[in-house]
T-cell receptor
């Protein structure tokens, strides 16, 4: 079946540090890949996505590249801010049809200190 | 748009009591999802509705859990009888079909069963 594995947290960084959160997946075919972010006390929000190999998703300074050869979709940001403190979820899905659903990783807690 | 609205935000109840969680999806969205989030298991899909019809309920833990969607603007998740191990954050999410894969999450219901 489909699965997503992401690095376990928590991750603690100082402001302006470089961030990488690793994500690898197992799936048949060619899924779409996503990063969702959950701020304290809120629901998840879509951060970025990529729908095919070599696509790069980007938003708010975050980037992730769909690597089919390594089945990975690592999240990166060059300079984190305190406001980036949140839980980050990697996810995959297959589009098309009405039986669509997301498979999420377990989440990685990021804390950014001033 | 007010987004996906869930109620209550917090629910504390005693073991054996019935619990009903409510969700109002974004107007015009065809798909509705109920997720459960715990530290141990992460984010789990419980049930998925499309056009008010349950499509996939394979994630519903057991017969104590039931979900309904009587119309396009309302869904409930009921636990009867509740148990301490049901304590978790329950999220409702909705999505528009027509090739859009983005899920919109509510703020969740924090359930504590004592």
């Amino acid at each position: 079946g489909n699965s997503v594995t992401q690095m376990e947290g928590p991750v603690t960084l100082s402001e302006e540090a470089f961030l990488t959160i690793n994500c690898t997946y197992t799936a048949t075919g060619y899924p779409s890949l996503f990063w969702y972010v959950q701020y304290p006390g809120e629901g998840l929000q879509l951060l970025l996505k990529a729908t095919k190999a070599d696509d790069k998703g980007s938003n708010k300074g975050f980037e992730a590249t769909y690597r089919k050869e390594t089945t990975s979709f690592h999240l990166e940001k060059g300079s984190v801010q305190v406001s980036d403190s949140a839980v980050y979820f990697c996810a995959l899905s297959y589009s098309g049809g009405s039986n669509y659903k997301l498979t999420f990783g377990k989440g990685t807690l990021l804390t950014v200190n001033p | 748009d007010a987004g996906v609205i869930q109620s209550p935000r917090h629910e504390v109840t005693e073991m054996g009591q019935e619990v009903t969680l409510r969700c109002k999806p974004i107007s015009g969205h065809n798909s509705l999802f109920w997720y459960r989030q715990t530290m141990m298991r992460g984010l789990e899909l419980l049930i998925y509705f499309n056009n008010n019809v349950p499509i996939d309920d394979s994630g519903m833990p057991e017969d104590r859990f039931s979900a309904k969607m009587p119309n396009a603007s309302f869904s409930t998740l009921k636990i009867q009888p509740s148990e301490p191990r049901d304590s978790a954050v329950y999220f409702c999410a909705s999505r528009a079909d027509r090739g859009n894969e983005k899920l919109f999450f509510g703020s969740g219901t924090q359930l504590s069963v004592l």
